[in-house]
């Protein structure tokens, strides 16, 4: 239940400003869709420490910030390109959530996929709009919180995904969103809707990078529906500045037979929410995989809830948390079995690493269970490094600070073994590895 | 190489060492012998720089420096090396990772460039080859899942390649079976050398049949009561430890 507070006036007046004409400002549907959403805005406003499911994680700093809307894209050199686009994908890129034709190449693309931002979705072929405006709003949680609705009423852009029945796409779609150094104190509402049709496969991965030292927000909704037998796998690398601020949530159904990976990679932003929710259909599987590496004073908050709503749906969830300096992470993770999904079988863990006295960790599984015959298991551990591995380390010869950071890197690095993507796992690799200043960790020997 | 001077040990405030006198040089092969809690461990930790323990009086000397104000990778560094009794678990760290960070800091240390790639795990290879290890444990993390003896040929892998001057091998013998003993012993005794010095803590005299002693001592409630030569260690079997007990209480 969101707790309603004063909608912060600077966001409010966004909302009401309409100085710009926004995308889709022709189609009565989403017109309405998109006052509705702000009315609910104006009402609630962004959710408080208040309600339950943000106790951990207070936004007061996004609403003293007062980020303006982005309004077109800024430069973005090639350095940073070259960086973001992942080798051996298909790129869609959005620059300070504006769609870069020229960044982008969907060729070799088969007929019967889509990939195509959603401002061309609207004057694409009837089929293409009606996908749009089926899929829009489609999925997320009703009643919707905050960032969702401020999310509807002003997204500039986003990707428009659809894998048609029974094709399979081998290379993955990568959707790039940068913010370009133009974006400093903007905000940009993306929404990305993928859809698997039935018995299809694919690949995607949403990146989220930003400039060194640029302060933003990034809010984004993605909205997926994997339909029966369809197996689709999505990954979500978070690299934004670390003065940025992300909002992102991933909100899912899978039908019956459904297959679901979801990885999520947190490294930047100084403070960041990743939302994953999956309602899951008749046996559907569903794999949840996260790692979250803070330093500084990063906040970085991970919230899961898995809907286990049909019968024999199966789910794994696995998030690993390395917390150094005064970070804090957080991971909430909701499992609610219903009572008609008998024979579920849901695994949850959360393993935490505290590099420093002043870092913390929050967990807090819950398992909200109405269902007699079911496998529930969860498991949380928040540690330190283990004394007699460092000096057993040591007495070999690699420094104090070498034998931490290979225990640490060990401890991260398993999530990284888990992406079978090699270009993917090379940048989750790197960012990883640029946690370890002054290392002498090179890649060559992991 | 390594002279000990009247060293008393504490943890938390009782006393387990007390009054350890020993020299040992270059080229000489010592047996540290003695019954359960005569301080053996505590003496191999000692020398390795494990945390937890209070030296209350005494010194150590290794190569004229004081080895007691040295840290743990310090005194790797300069050539001590301790094969654990119980070789650490490092889940994600692979063996062919830590060996080449462990030589490449003892090889920094002493002035020498890093050794690449292919050179490094050329190297590794042959010692692994002496040791009739698998080369799949190259890439294993670090004694994960690895039985009782695979450790401790692991142990004697890590000393074959970072070449210390002094090791210190603590109950190595234990859970070997005889093959595996052999091997390891053979191990050993191949890093024999003028310019090397070893240090067997053991409990049991079998060790002592394929890795000769020069000097053998008896520990006994934190002190050296008997030195001899490897014939020490055959009386010690044959009479067992109560016999230098019982001399000891007389």
Redo the contacts between chains.
């Keep these: 239940m969101s707790v309603t507070h004063l909608p912060n006036t600077h966001y409010a007046n966004l909302l009401s400003a309409g100085s710009t004409p926004q995308m889709g400002s022709d189609a009565s549907w989403l017109v309405s869709l998109r006052e509705r959403a702000s009315t609910e805005f104006a009402e609630a406003g962004f959710p408080a420490p208040r309600d339950e499911e943000w106790r951990y994680t207070n936004i007061s700093a996004i609403e003293k910030n007062q980020f303006t809307l982005s309004e077109k894209a800024g430069e973005v050199d090639e350095a940073l390109l070259d960086e973001v686009l992942l080798e051996g994908c298909h790129h869609l890129v959005f620059v300070d959530g504006f769609y870069q034709a020229a960044y982008s190449s969907l060729s070799g693309l088969p007929d019967d996929v889509t990939v195509m931002p959603l401002s061309e979705a609207l004057n694409a072929i009837e089929e293409q709009q009606d996908l749009f405006k089926a899929l829009l709003d489609s999925v997320v949680e009703e009643p919707a919180q905050g960032f969702i609705n401020f999310n509807t009423a002003l997204f500039t852009d986003g990707a428009l995904v659809c894998i048609a029945e029974n094709t399979s796409i081998e290379k993955p779609i990568q959707l790039a969103f940068i913010s370009s150094k133009d974006g400093a104190l903007k905000l940009t509402n993306c929404r990305n809707l993928i859809i698997a049709m039935a018995s299809s496969k694919a690949t995607v991965f949403e990146t989220y990078t930003g400039y060194d030292d640029s302060c933003y927000l990034t809010n984004v909704v993605t909205e997926v529906v994997v339909e029966p037998n369809a197996n689709l796998s999505h990954s979500r690398l978070q690299a934004e500045s670390l003065k940025a601020y992300h909002i992102g949530g991933v909100y899912s159904r899978l039908e019956d037979n459904a297959i679901f990976q979801q990885c999520n990679y947190v490294f930047g932003a100084v403070l960041s929410r990743a939302e994953v929710h999956a309602n899951l259909g008749v046996a559907a599987d569903c794999t949840l995989d996260g790692l979250y590496v803070g330093q500084d004073h990063q906040h970085m908050d991970n919230h899961t809830r898995l809907n286990h709503s049909q019968p024999h749906a199966v789910s794994n969830e696995f998030y690993k948390g390395v917390m150094a300096d005064s970070s804090r992470g957080v991971f909430q993770g909701r499992i609610i079995v219903a009572e008609d999904a008998q024979k579920t079988d849901a695994k949850m863990n959360n393993r935490n690493l505290l590099l420093s006295e002043r870092a913390e960790v929050d967990t807090k599984p819950q398992l909200e269970i109405y269902a007699d015959d079911v496998k529930c298991a969860h498991g949380v551990t928040v540690g330190q490094l283990?004394?007699?591995?460092i000096?057993?380390?040591?007495?070999?010869?690699?420094?104090?600070q070498?034998?931490k950071n290979?225990?640490t890197?060990?401890?991260a690095?398993?999530m990284v073994e888990r992406i079978s993507f090699e270009p993917l796992r090379m940048k989750v690799l790197d960012e990883l590895l640029k946690r370890f200043p002054q290392n002498?960790m090179k890649k060559?020997?992991? | 190489m390594l002279k000990i001077e009247d060293l008393h040990v504490s943890v938390e405030g009782k006393e387990i060492l007390r009054g350890i006198n020993l020299e040992v040089n270059a080229g000489e092969v010592h047996a540290i012998m003695g019954p359960n809690g005569s301080g053996k461990s505590t003496l191999s930790y000692i020398l390795?720089?494990?945390?937890g323990y209070e030296i209350t009086k005494g010194r150590v000397l290794f190569h004229g420096k004081d080895l007691l104000e040295m840290?743990?990778?310090e005194?790797?560094?300069a050539g001590v090396?301790?094969a654990?009794q119980y070789?650490?678990?490092?889940?994600?760290?692979s063996n062919?990772?830590?060996?080449?960070?462990?030589?490449?800091?003892?090889r920094k240390?002493n002035d020498l460039s890093e050794l690449d790639?292919m050179d490094f795990i050329g190297l590794v290879k042959g010692k692994m080859k002496d040791l009739d290890m698998d080369e799949k444990f190259l890439y294993r993390?670090?004694n994960e899942g690895f039985s009782g003896g695979e450790k401790k040929r692991n142990e004697i892998l890590?000393m074959s390649v970072?070449e210390p001057t002094l090791c210190v091998l603590d109950e190595t013998d234990s859970g070997l079976d005889i093959d595996a003993l052999k091997i390891v012993s053979e191990g050993v005794n191949r890093l024999r050398d003028p310019s090397r010095a070893f240090v067997l803590v053991t409990h049991y005299q079998r060790l002592l049949d394929y890795i000769k002693p020069d000097f053998v001592h008896v520990l006994a409630k934190g002190r050296i009561v008997k030195s001899g030569g490897a014939d020490l260690a055959l009386e010690l079997e044959e009479k067992g430890y109560s016999w230098v007990e019982e001399k000891l209480a007389s």
């Design positions: 283990d004394d007699a591995a000096f057993y380390l040591r007495s070999r010869g690699a420094d104090e070498m034998a290979m225990l890197f060990a401890f690095n398993e002498d060559e020997w992991l | 390795a720089g494990r945390a840290s743990v990778e005194r790797a560094w090396f301790l654990f070789p650490v678990e490092v889940p994600g760290v062919i990772y830590m060996l080449k960070a462990a030589l490449n800091g003892i240390y790639a993390a670090v890590q970072l």
